[in-house]
């Protein structure tokens, strides 16, 4: 019926076929191509039953997430499901790959669906701060309860097509072609005469109105804590799909949908989405080969070489894991097995799995069991020399064209790439603690990294399932000096008059899961003090600097560890309490410089917080140390626990206002100039009218 949706009748059979890659979208024109031909089909004497499916992987991956935010050209989705549920002639969707979010709701609106054993199902739409708006709310729940509905739709997670057809939402499963299968159904359904089955007549969901009405009430009173109207207006489409006559309820869910659609949350997570994807693409790389990585060495046993250990293994890499000496040795893979016992009690993966992983595993305490390797990644001590003494070795050992990656999170890799004999095989692998959970990684390339290093970099990362980040070399490369330029905003306030408590709440409220104290004191405050200790040599001696940090360190109070750091930790203890002597220590730091405290809102503090953050992001940007602001939000979401829903520290700064973050950043710097001073990239963004977000499409 146009370029992206065809019509053809066999046997009486019209076949609908949606054909838009990569994921079958419903954009425009496959929305209105599918509205023609179910309309076409239904006036078609020759057609008896109607077929929907789709080439390629997969069965509609959603709603066209590019079209959000703007005017929807019409029909819109919502009208597509509704006329192909209203057909005289029974409908069959054939479902393979996806079916997710709008595609899942055309599915519905057919009146019987087959699908692929191996495809799932999913409304995702809460991710992106909306609700299903083709009328998931109110078909899912005549179908499956309640109960299962909301947990399809709050958690926005996929489910396999074997519970998909459990629930009754799939009508039979197929091993095999299932557009064949969903063809030879629809032409018995027209044989047999077959009737319509439309799923808004449907009532099975209602049958128990108790628990309907129970589930309801627990998971409203669970979604009131969101900081999105979506899930809470999930909730109220649900209820009110038993309660109201269908044609209302459909009406109810289009509002909220159209309340969410261009809600700041929804713009941020559509942003994130994007974000996200786009990340992975990096210019400079188009054309590049890449090295072959079929084996990996880990050098360093600690927490983090064992974490990137088991995230090689679970992609299935055979992994050398070298360390200095047997007992080492020993510990770290006591350390990797506790970590596939934790995910094996947890019921992740099965004993076969853990064994399958295990024995993808071998330990050596000499360097040369590395000379065949194809990629070395070393986690060892944090400190140049011990690096540089590993790297030398690497050299010696490893195999021409094996790639060298160092997973230090601030030491210069130009230098260390420059000791040995091969700079350009060099690069930074910055893995996040714990490694083989969580999913960002930065890529640092080094002055004369060769381009095709980074780009087996960005290819092995995928195979990790980690969200690979193009980083500059830099002190910190683009997550730890966003940090430190978070924390030194918050240093600053502590010493002029706010707590430690009143900071970590306040960015708490923000949405971040645990404040920038609490982080220190989980990480361990030695970690940022052997940092500024290094820095210490090069500080301009004129530019602020708060010496609280360091007075606990040199007490020992490293933080949770050690039971003291900015707070008090009973014995064992996880969660902290104010601690009377840290809040000495700190108003001593206030009359050392003579300053007067002052009382800090939970508004002021999170705008200094962000604005620092956004600022540190701009001089990245000037740089070239991040590709784009994008890839900056994308690092703190992934990698810092900026909430994902305020979008990163570039959105969140686009989101508030370009000019009113400035003229902030401007009134605060003569508290610290050399920190406040709004980067040049604020002015010339204002001066044409631009945001951030418009860099990211440079
Ligand atoms: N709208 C527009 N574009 C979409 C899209 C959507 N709903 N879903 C995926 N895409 C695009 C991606 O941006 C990407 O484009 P690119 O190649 O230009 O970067 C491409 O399709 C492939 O997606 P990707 O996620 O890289 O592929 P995958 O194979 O890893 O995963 C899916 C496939 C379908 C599982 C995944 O894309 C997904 O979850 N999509 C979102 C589904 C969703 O949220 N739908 C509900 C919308 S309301």
Known sequence: MNEHVTYEVQDSVAVLTIAHPPVNALSFSVRSGLLDAVERADSDPTVRSILIRAEGRTFPAGADVREFGKPRAKPILSTVVARIEACSKPVVAAVQGTALGGGFE????????????????????????????????????????????????????????????????????????????????????????????????????????????????????????????????????????????FEAGIAMERAAFDDCENSDGARALRHAFFAERRAAKVPELDGATLREVNTIGVVGAGTMGAGI???????????????????????????????????????????????????????????????????????????TSVKVGVFAQLDQVMKPGAILATNTSYLDINALADTISRPEDVVGYHFFSPANIMKLLEIVVADKTDLNVVATGFALARKLRKVPVRAGVTDGFIGNRILAAYRLAADFMLEDGATPTQIDAAMRAYGFPVGPYQVLDIAGLDISWARRKRLAETRDPAHRYVTIGDTLCARGWFGQKAGRGYYLYEAGGRVGREDPEVLRIISEARAAKGITPRAFTAEEIQARCLGAMANEGARLLEEGVALRPSDIDVVLFFGYGFPRWRGGPMMAADLRGLLTVENELKSWVEEAPEFWTPAPLWDELIKNGRHFADMNED
């Open 106 to 245: 055309i599915a519905l609106g057919a009146h019987y669906r087959l699908a692929d054993r191996k495809a799932r199902f999913g409304l995702p739409e809460v991710g992106l701060g909306v609700l299903p708006g083709g009328g998931g709310t109110q078909r899912v729940p005549r179908l499956t309860g309640a109960g299962s509905a909301l947990d399809l739709m709050l958690s926005g997670k996929l489910i396999s097509a074997e519970k998909a057809s459990d629930l009754g939402l799939v009508d039979a499963l197929v091993d095999g072609d299932v557009a064949a299968a969903g063809f030879a159904f629809a032409r018995d359904l027209a044989q047999n005469g077959a009737k319509p089955r439309p799923t808004c007549e449907r009532r099975e969901g209602f049958a128990d109105a108790a628990a309907y009405t129970a589930a309801i009430t627990a998971r409203r009173a669970e979604v009131a804590k969101s900081p999105l109207d979506a899930p809470g207006k999930i909730v109220d489409c649900v209820e009110a799909a038993m309660l109201l006559p």
């Open 309 to 383: 250990a088991v995230a090689c293994l679970d992609a299935g890499f055979p992994v050398t894991l070298v360390e200095r000496d047997d007992e080492g040795l020993m510990r770290g893979v006591e350390k990797i097995d506790a970590i596939y016992e934790r995910s094996l009690v947890k019921g992740r993966i099965d004993a076969a799995t853990r064994d399958a992983r295990m024995e993808l595993l071998s330990g050596s305490t000499r360097m040369e069991d590395l000379g065949r390797v194809d990629l070395v990644i070393e986690a060892v001590f944090e400190e």
